[in-house]
T-cell receptor
Framework: GQQLNQSPQSMFIQEGEDVSMNCTSSSIFNTWLWYKQDPGEGPVLLIA?????ELTSNGRLTAQFGITRKDSFLNISASIPSDVGIYFC????????????FGQGTILTVHP | KAGVTQTPRYLIKTRGQQVTLSCSPI?????VSWYQQTPGQGLQFLFEYFSETQRNKGNFPGRFSGRQFSNSRSEMNVSTLELGDSALYLC??????????????FGAGSRLTVL
């Protein structure tokens, strides 16, 4: 099925560093979402974006909805060990009750 | 406010058997969606229910089915299990009845292993 292109696939960083990841799509979305998943758990919503160009922050996290509505990025500032996990972007649009299209995920490892 | 609750959390079945998974959405949420997560395919949409009606369906074979009850609780069933059905099955709910604005809250999932 259709998937978003999420990059990078994995990141190994030192505690305190900033992180950036992004997603691109060939389709336009009305909503962009960023989730984090810990092992053995379901994805947890971090940020939801509803308008093209929208820039939203949630603590150390900042995400933007691309102007073309085909891309989004997530930045994490001053990373800490508990940021470890898999980050997913997801897009929603059109007549798509309940359906999100997910990226492949970015595996983040933070070294203390 | 309780989150999305899925039961069972873990289960092991053998090929050919069938399985039923249960999901209780957040109180007040009327839309329930199901997803399959595997290492190879990632997160794939199965179906969505609202007011006991399936409104949307992903590209899965007919062995995958679901239903929703009047209290918004939902179940999904997989019949004639195959090895490839081993996955984490995630349920999600949302209060919004607006197409295209699927801000989903996920449960912890049911981990199915098919032997």
């Amino acid at each position: 099925g259709q998937q978003l292109n999420q990059s990078p696939q994995s990141m190994f960083i030192q505690e305190g560093e900033d992180v950036s990841m992004n997603c691109t799509s060939s389709s336009i979305f009305n909503t962009w979402l960023w989730y984090k998943q810990d092992p053995g758990e379901g994805p947890v919503l971090l940020i939801a974006l509803y308008k093209a160009g929208e820039l939203t922050s949630n603590g150390r996290l900042t995400a933007q909805f691309g102007i073309t509505r085909k891309d989004s990025f997530l930045n994490i500032s001053a990373s800490i060990p508990s940021d470890v996990g898999i980050y997913f972007c997801a897009g929603s649009g059109g007549t798509s009750y309940g359906k999100l299209t997910f990226g492949q995920g970015t595996i983040l490892t933070v070294h203390p | 406010k309780a989150g999305v609750t899925q039961t069972p959390r873990y289960l092991i079945k053998t090929r050919g058997q069938q399985v039923t998974l249960s999901c209780s959405p957040i109180s007040g949420h009327r839309s329930v969606s199901w997803y399959q997560q595997t290492p190879g395919q990632g997160l794939q949409f199965l179906f969505e229910y609202f007011s006991e009606t399936q409104r949307n369906k992903g590209n899965f074979p007919g062995r995958f089915s679901g239903r929703q009850f009047s209290n918004s609780r939902s179940e999904m069933n997989v019949s004639t299990l195959e090895l490839g059905d081993s996955a984490l099955y995630l349920c999600a709910s949302t209060p919004r009845d607006i197409s295209g604005a699927n801000v989903l809250t996920f449960g912890a999932g049911s981990r199915l292993t098919v032997l």
